[in-house]
């Protein structure tokens, strides 16, 4: 087709570039000057609590939504300017499958497929690809009201790559899963990197933020308020900690005088099992450690080195866990649902 010169961006390039996205709902300023970038290959994830900006930022990018204020661009296309070729460009799978229940697998990703210009043989062919791909070959005849959560989910991912977009955004793709369909999804999701793809996840799992993200952007109240890989946001909130629990509880007092001597830290003692937690901020340290408290005669039962949380980072970050704020979802959804990419 024709419009693969602009579907296949250089490596390097920016995906995702935005300055200062502005949307406001009457008195609600849903997105409140946002900035992202974002690079190509990658997997770039938007955390935050629901109402907090995340899909109406998604549905500017994906030119559902005209901003208000600021601008963006998609692999250096303006989504306001260009928006025919930007949705060349993106696929878009929402928090809930887009698909028609009284069809089966295979006849809906038929049906998109068409939609987006490909005959019906090659539209069969890549259903079956996909349905592979997402394992749901054995459910392919299946009707989707006899479908899993998890199962609609993956169809409505399936649907989402018919066109194979360079920039897939998901918006909450795992909300509600168990934990063995979200694993599997987590899977999908880095394969799709792995095969070329550049992903906007959005998302207020914090372990799904963890385990998938190369960068993250903190969204709270419509505003980026962090930015940076995990590992730059959890040493932005402190250093790792160091845990120990000792074998003989009359032993805690002088292990404590210890860890403080050698670490040169003030720690801190657990009334449950004998433990001390001290922060840490050189691992090198630790074997000076081991090496006074064996010379003390001070046996241990069992040490261990805590990293910060996204959960902490979080919390110091915006002042409120990641999953609150919840009634302002309603607010938000309403607002922007209904479209669809």
Same mark, same amino acid.
């Given at each position: 087709m024709s419009q693969k010169s602009i579907t296949a961006p250089h490596k390097g390039d920016l995906a995702i570039e935005a300055h200062g996205l502005v949307k406001v709902f009457g008195d609600n300023r849903a997105v409140d000057g946002v900035n992202l970038k974002v690079g190509t290959g990658t997997i770039y994830g938007v955390l935050g +609590?629901?109402?907090?900006?995340k899909t109406t930022t998604i549905r500017m990018l994906a030119t559902l939504l005209r901003p208000d204020a600021g601008s963006a661009s998609i692999f250096g296309h303006d989504v306001v300017k260009e928006p025919q070729i930007v949705r060349q460009l993106i &696929?878009?799978? &929402?928090?809930?499958a887009s698909v028609d229940e009284s069809l089966s697998a295979t006849e809906n990703l038929v049906i998109f497929s068409r939609l987006l210009g490909l005959g019906r043989a090659e539209a069969r062919r890549k259903a079956a690809e996909l349905l592979e791909e997402f394992g749901l070959t054995e459910a392919a005849k299946r009707p989707l009201k006899h479908f899993s959560g998890g199962m609609r989910r993956r169809l409505d991912l399936a649907a989402s790559l018919i066109a194979q977009p360079p920039l897939i955004f998901l918006d909450e793709p795992t909300t509600g899963l168990d934990p063995r369909t979200r694993n599997q999804m987590w899977d999908t999701i880095r394969r799709l990197v792995q095969s070329g793809s550049t992903v906007l996840l959005t998302t207020q799992y914090l372990e799904e933020a963890d385990q998938l993200a190369d960068r993250i952007a903190v969204i709270d109240h419509g505003r980026v308020v962090?930015? &940076?890989?995990?590992?730059?946001?959890k040493a932005s909130v402190g250093t790792s900690s160091l845990q120990l629990r000792v074998q003989h509880p009359q032993d805690i007092?002088?292990?404590?005088?210890?860890?403080?001597q050698v670490l040169k830290v003030q720690s801190s003692i657990?009334?449950?099992?004998?433990?001390?937690?001290? +922060?840490m901020g050189n691992a090198d340290q630790v074997t000076d450690l081991l090496v006074a408290l064996r010379?003390? &005669?001070i046996p241990l039962a069992e040490m261990s080195v805590q990293k910060p949380t996204l959960d902490e980072v979080f919390l110091t970050i915006t002042g409120h866990g990641a999953q609150e704020d919840t009634h302002l979802a309603s607010s938000e959804s309403n607002k922007v649902g209904g479209a669809k990419a």
């Open positions: +609590p629901n109402g907090a900006g &696929g878009v799978t &929402g928090q809930y962090a930015e &940076g890989t995990v590992d730059e946001l007092e002088m292990a404590r005088r210890t860890i403080e657990s009334a449950e099992a004998s433990k001390i937690t001290a +922060p010379d003390a &005669g």
